[in-house]
């Protein structure tokens, strides 16, 4: 039923209990979901503070705002901020622990405790990299390679790695929550082939973040360890090997693209099937795909490294390996598309943000494909080519999946309604601003414009200065959501508990719910996306 | 849940078996052995970690597929790791064309 009674003065979690300690010591999984909607959110813009500056930068030809080793600075810890302490947790610790419990018809994740836990790491993490970020920052890029790292820079370099390597722990506690709450606490009826495809792509990240983190751990604890006790793992002139970082960071860095753009891929499989009114073409291959890219994802680390020095066989298997992640990405794009045919599409704000994703990361994904390839990938590496295709896939995929998510699900979040028209304006300020930064970097790339150089020649000019421009485009477009979802909790529409009359769990239960989530134990007796016996409701109620 | 409880004498008397195999690590370190330094190193520290997956981690005693599952998941991406890398370094210094 999609006309359920408005009942805002209804207990629910956010007004079960109040104050600070109800808050602070928590283990609802929706109210630990918000604390970290707050805090990456605080990154997020710290994060993009950096990019601005890096931007305003390269404004101008000449390195006039600030100085090569500044720059080094921000380019480093624009990196390492919006990596670790935004995209890895985004969608997972704050729309994945809301939703998980919610969807599979549970009370809880299967450890609260430790789920509180992985926050406050995360806050021991982030407080660390601040600090770090206050006392003069890190210059080695955000992928802290040796022998740069270990033996040249006179940054923090093991502040920082220390903070990663704690905020590491705070993303294998959450991945190892998800896994053990979907195996042991599904509802009644709830199977594997009726599990909602946002579930599927959140046990493959789970499984990336715990199989994939510890290596990325031990990683930076032997880059500290040589730094400090000048161990000799990475120093050849001690008989070790500085590509052995390489090998060892993109072991799991690579896969941890997939910890970004699996769960916004969740998202949009939930918010294609509402709004087209149709189960999900394929559902099964959507689902495995998911898995597929789980395990691709760990066999093709070595494309990074292609110019590095590795040798001409493994480039060769690394190169034909990496080609494999493109199969079951297309087929996800494929069944969207075939999804929304003869769909009856409406064009709410998360569907904007939906068909943003499907571009952006359709272009994205297939730039990576040129990147893959041997020759290619010797004419563009580290130019500005690579700089697009990959915020094509973190910024124009995760972050236009967060923010879409976010719009999807904010009403049963907040209880609300935000602003339609106002989210639909953001939704396309967010999308113009983007391909205004980013797209003007792929020519760049190609013309052979280095990364991570605060000048360049001025015959580059004027693509830079159409980049810095969509930059400020793109920060209005990020201010405007933050703005009127804090607006709408105490101003927007009272939301319903299915406002946008789509299926699953999550939509049968009070918006916003209450501390156990159901009043009454779901029984599932229904496939994932039957939107075809879902009555149709004379038009999507938007606030 | 199967609760396998060990007794306190067990567990400390893998907790000794790891700090003997520790010391013999350290000694083994300034025997030259030549080509085996490195195999007898690896030998004691894979015992070492299966002493204690199997008993501090309880594994030996676990019945639930998942924790099999999550095992053999772990070990076969530490092979991928392992065996990736080496398609590197075993083909690095070899001539080609």
Aim: aromatic share 16%; charged share 10%.
């Amino acid at each position: 039923m999609a006309t359920a009674v408005i009942t805002p003065e209804r207990e629910n979690y956010l007004n079960q209990e109040y104050g600070i300690k109800s808050w602070l010591l928590t283990v609802d999984h929706k109210r630990i979901a918000l604390l970290y909607l707050v805090s990456i959110t605080f990154f997020f813009f710290i994060g993009g503070f950096f990019a601005l500056l890096i931007r305003l930068e390269l404004l101008t030809p000449a390195g006039d705002l600030v100085q090569a080793d500044t720059y080094n600075k921000l380019f480093t810890m624009h990196g390492q901020v919006m990596i670790f302490f935004f995209l890895i947790p985004s969608i997972p610790a704050v729309l994945g622990n809301f939703l998980v419990p919610l969807m599979i018809g549970a009370k809880d994740l299967a450890f609260p405790r430790l789920n509180l836990l992985s926050w406050y790491l995360y806050i021991i993490a982030g407080a660390l990299m601040l600090h770090c970020i206050c006392t003069g920052g890190v210059d080695t890029g955000w992928t802290f390679y040796t022998p740069f790292s270990t033996a040249f820079s006179n940054t923090k370099v093991v502040e920082a790695g220390v903070a990663i390597f704690i905020a590491g722990f705070s993303s294998i506690l959450t991945g190892l929550n998800f896994v053990v709450t979907i195996h042991r606490m599904r509802a009644p009826g709830m199977t594997w082939d009726r599990l909602p495809l946002f579930i599927w792509a959140h046990y493959a990240t789970s499984v990336i973040q715990l199989l994939g983190t510890p290596v990325l751990a031990i990683t930076l604890l032997l880059v500290v360890f040589e730094r400090v006790f000048h161990l000799g793992i990475f120093d050849p002139t001690r008989g070790g090997d500085p590509l052995l970082f390489q090998h060892l960071f993109w072991f799991y860095s690579h896969p941890a693209v997939y910890i970004m753009i699996l769960p916004a891929m969740a998202v949009e499989s939930e918010v294609i099937a509402c709004f087209t009114r149709k189960r999900i073409f394929g559902y099964k291959f959507v689902a495995m795909s998911s898995i597929a890219i789980a395990v691709f994802g760990f066999l093709v680390w070595a494309h990074h490294m292609f110019v590095a020095g590795i040798s001409l066989y493994s480039a060769l298997i690394f190169s034909a390996l990496s080609y494999l992640v493109a199969v079951p990405s297309a087929i996800k794009v494929f069944n969207w598309t075939a999804t929304m045919y003869k769909g009856s599409i409406t064009f709410t704000t998360p569907m904007l943000y939906a068909f943003g994703f499907i571009g952006l990361f359709t272009m994205g994904g297939l730039t990576g494909l040129f990147l893959a390839a041997l020759g290619i990938d010797v004419h563009v590496t580290d130019t500005y080519f690579v700089i697009a295709h990959f915020h094509y896939i973190m910024v124009g995929g995760a972050v236009m999946g967060y923010l879409g998510g976010l719009h999807f699900w904010w009403p049963k979040i907040s209880g609300r309604m935000y602003p339609e028209w106002l989210g639909k304006f953001a939704a396309l300020i967010v999308f113009l601003g983007f391909n205004l930064t980013f797209f003007p970097q792929f020519i760049l790339g190609y013309m052979g414009m280095p990364r991570r150089y605060w000048q360049y020649p001025p015959e580059f000019q004027v693509l830079n200065v159409l980049s810095t421009a969509g930059s400020t485009i793109l920060a209005v477009g990020y201010v405007l959501p933050m703005v009127y979802f804090l607006w709408s909790m105490r101003y927007g529409k009272p939301a319903t508990e299915n406002p946008w009359n789509a299926a699953g769990l999550e939509w049968k239960t009070s918006s916003p719910p209450p501390t156990f989530n159901f009043d009454q134990p779901p029984v599932v007796d229904f496939e994932a996306y039957d939107y075809e016996h879902i009555p149709e409701v004379e038009e999507v109620p938007v606030g | 849940m199967s609760e396998h409880v060990l007794s306190s004498k067990m567990y400390y008397g893998i907790w000794i078996a790891l700090m003997i195999l520790t010391v013999v690590t350290a000694r083994v370190a300034f025997i030259d052995l030549g080509p085996f330094n490195t195999v007898v190193a690896l030998v004691i520290a894979t015992g070492k970690a299966l002493l204690v997956v199997l008993f501090f981690m309880h594994v030996k005693y676990a019945s639930e597929k998942l924790v099999k599952m999550v095992i053999v998941a772990s070990i076969f991406w530490l092979l991928l790791l392992l065996l990736l890398s080496l398609a590197d370094y075993g083909t690095r210094y070899a001539r080609h064309g």
